[in-house]
């Protein structure tokens, strides 16, 4: 009789599998701040030097500077409509439990399994319809339908680990369905709400090729950077700039996390 494989052996080939899959995802991306301090133009081995030149030059660039603060207005917007609907339509879902508010809820999450260049361009048939063409509202627009998803699932969860009882015995007691939500169940979905948000906003913020179809005349950073990429000297100020959104971007992205962990510990359910 052939042996099978023991348990120990199985966790083996999938450490390495899971270790040969991160080395394969993260390693292009760890290269990007070695070479942005790299004292060369070119991106290669062996290194020439090490340098802060390349970040000196994002000081004082107004067209950096102009595309930076469009995509904080455009990200802090997007995100804050995106996470009031992910609000609702999370605490509907959960709490009123109807055929409607299902539909309402899988159409809201279905933007994440459509490709973007199908988003985008849909997106730009509907804003020349409506008259207002490519511009600043059209990229917030756009980037809300990109980022409900996240707020829906991630609100949607938190909703639903709270436990039926407290609404209910709410109920009992005379609250109706407006105190309810504004006393009980927002203030336990808060952690939940920061990290929705958070989320929300890097999505936007990173978010390429919807804002390529729908950019008026004032660039994102990602179409601030990707027209960089056309001139070679430019690439070590471009590293440079996606060092600094990678450092800020895992910040953030931390913070979301310890958010939603927070809110997870300090559940009812989780004290039960």
Known sequence: MKRRPTNAANGGW???????????????VALIPLFSFNDSIQAAFPLKGFTFAWYETLIGNETLTGALLTSLSIGITAAAIATLCGITIGYMDTQVRSPFTKLVSSLARLPILI???VVG????????????GPSRLAIVLGHVLVCLPTTVIIMRGRFASIPRSIPEAAEDLGAGEAIIFRRIMLP??????????????LTSFDEFIVAF????TQP????????????PK????VMALGTAILAVSIVIAGCAELLRQRGLSKSPASST
């Open 14 to 28: 999938l450490r390495w599998y899971v270790g040969l899959y991160l080395i394969f995802l993260y390693l292009p």
């Open 115 to 117: 490709p973007g260049v």
């Open 121 to 132: 361009i849909s997106l730009l048939i509907l804003v020349n319809l409506l008259g207002f």
């Open 188 to 201: 336990l979905a808060l952690p939940a709400v920061g990290s929705a948000f958070m989320l929300a906003f």
């Open 213 to 216: 179809f729908l950019a008026g």
């Open 220 to 231: 994102t950073l990602p179409l601030y950077i990707w027209s960089q990429l056309r001139f």
């Open 234 to 237: 430019s690439l070590p100020t």
